[in-house]
């Protein structure tokens, strides 16, 4: 969590919230606990606060992360194949009568989720777990009252068709997770709702649309750079 949240530009109040929260963390575990940090970004509050245990702090390349710096121009910087196949997207969701649209009640956003998460992805979805579903329904309600997390929707009249989860810092967007019904894969779910999320970003002042870990191939024609994450290990004294 402290990974995932702290911001890349934070203030100094926030840096030092992170500190006090990483330093309790070190004092409360036993000694010789391992303590572990997963996604940590270059330039990030988070890896500044665990270079700050050197020597005593192992740091590696974990992941790699595609991004793309957002402006005016991006969908004109888009390939014809793309720009084709988004403007075919809309044209069939609109005769369907099928609209994006996001989503503001936190207690529908969370049954809808998991709902549809698990349609999508079957078995192999993070959420069948209880553990992981008491997350989601504990975690999720606040950061959308906060404006930290929102959602995007396919709606056919009152039937949410796919839901998409993103997280917003004050420069960046960045769609984590979501799912769709199997009868809404002829809509192109995830092409329309990464573009429609792109034009919120824009529209809301956001200079990144971030695809998070992970280089897989539908990502690639959204991207316009990629960076490494690094995983931190400290074992406490």
């Given at each position: 969590?402290?990974?995932?949240?702290?911001?890349?530009?934070?203030?100094?109040?926030?840096?030092?919230?992170?500190?006090?929260a990483f330093n309790w963390i070190l004092d409360t575990v036993p000694p010789g606990s391992r303590v572990v940090m997963r996604g940590l970004r270059e330039g990030s509050d988070a890896l500044a606060i665990a270079r700050a245990y050197a020597p005593h702090v192992t740091i590696e390349p974990e992941a790699t992360v595609l991004f793309a710096d957002i402006d005016g121009s991006y969908f004109a910087t888009r390939s014809h194949a793309m720009r084709k196949a988004i403007a075919r997207a809309r044209r069939v969701a609109r005769d369907?009568?099928?609209?994006?649209?996001?989503?503001?009640?936190?207690q529908?956003?969370?049954?809808?989720?998991?709902e549809l998460n698990r349609d999508r992805f079957g078995e192999e979805s993070r959420?069948?777990?209880?553990?992981?579903?008491?997350?989601?329904?504990e975690?999720?309600?606040?950061?959308?009252?906060?404006?930290?997390?929102?959602?995007?929707?396919?709606?056919?009249?009152?039937?949410?068709?796919?839901?998409d989860i993103v997280l917003l810092t004050a420069d960046t967007?960045?769609?984590?997770?979501?799912?769709?019904?199997?009868?809404?894969s002829v809509f192109s779910p995830g092409r329309?709702?990464?573009?429609?999320?792109?034009e919120q970003a824009l529209a809301k002042g956001k200079r990144r649309f971030d695809l998070l870990r992970g280089a897989h191939a539908y990502k690639v024609p959204w991207s316009t750079g990629s960076e490494t994450l690094q995983r931190a290990e400290i074992v406490t004294r």
């Open positions: 969590l402290l990974a995932a949240h702290v911001s890349r530009h934070g203030t100094l109040t926030e840096w030092l919230d992170a500190a006090r369907a009568g099928v609209e994006l649209l996001e989503l503001h009640d936190p529908l956003i969370v049954e809808r989720f998991l959420f069948t777990a209880a553990e992981t579903e008491t997350f989601v329904r975690a999720m309600p606040p950061l959308l009252r906060q404006g930290s997390v929102a959602a995007y929707a396919l709606m056919k009249a009152d039937t949410i068709l796919a839901i967007l960045a769609p984590w997770n979501g799912g769709f019904r199997a009868d809404a329309l709702l990464f573009t429609a999320e792109v």
